[in-house]
């Protein structure tokens, strides 16, 4: 099976960075300090603490290598003046017969967050926008049935 590209903008990348920071530097050190307040405790074959700290830390150090692979592999995204919907691009759209205006910004999965405009690439909406230009009509098949909007403007 092969690979899936991962596609990040900078700001993505950032946040990223700032996670894996986070993690690396604080999270590692508090679960450290609640394992041994744990091992202080005595007998850690029946105590909860200890089971519950050993349990985050599996998941912190998992989410670090996570990161670490995502950053590694990441290709970076920016929109581009090619005048088409790419990826990192800003796309505003109007449903056909409607007269409200939609803004959104085509990125990869891991950044997709449509509650604040931003759609993944694989999304039927993403997937419909990709390659077109202003005033193409898209449809975008939705578990409601075909909408069709149309491109008013890129950025």
């Known amino acids: 099976m092969a690979e899936e590209e991962i596609f990040l903008t900078l700001e993505g990348r950032r946040k990223l960075e700032e996670e894996l920071e986070y993690l690396r530097t604080v999270r590692r050190a508090e679960v450290a300090e ?3 307040a744990a091992k202080e405790e005595g007998d850690i074959m029946e105590n909860a603490a200890y089971d519950y700290a050993k349990e985050e830390q599996a998941f912190v150090e998992g989410r670090i290598q996570a990161l670490e692979t995502t950053l590694r592999k ?3 995204i920016e929109g581009s003046s090619t005048g088409e919907v790419n990826l990192g691009t800003r796309v505003t759209v ?3 017969g409607g007269d409200t205006l939609e803004t959104y910004q085509i990125v990869g999965s891991i950044e997709a967050d449509p509650a ?3 759609i993944s690439n694989e999304s039927p909406m993403g997937k419909a926008l990709l ?3 202003v005033g193409d009509e898209v449809a975008v098949s939705t578990p409601g049935g075909v909408l069709h909007f149309q491109i008013v403007s890129i950025e």
């Open 131 to 133: 390659g077109h230009r």
């Open 94 to 96: 109007m449903e056909l």
């Open 34 to 36: 609640r394992i041994h």
């Open 116 to 118: 604040n405009g931003r």
């Open 74 to 76: 990441a290709t970076i």
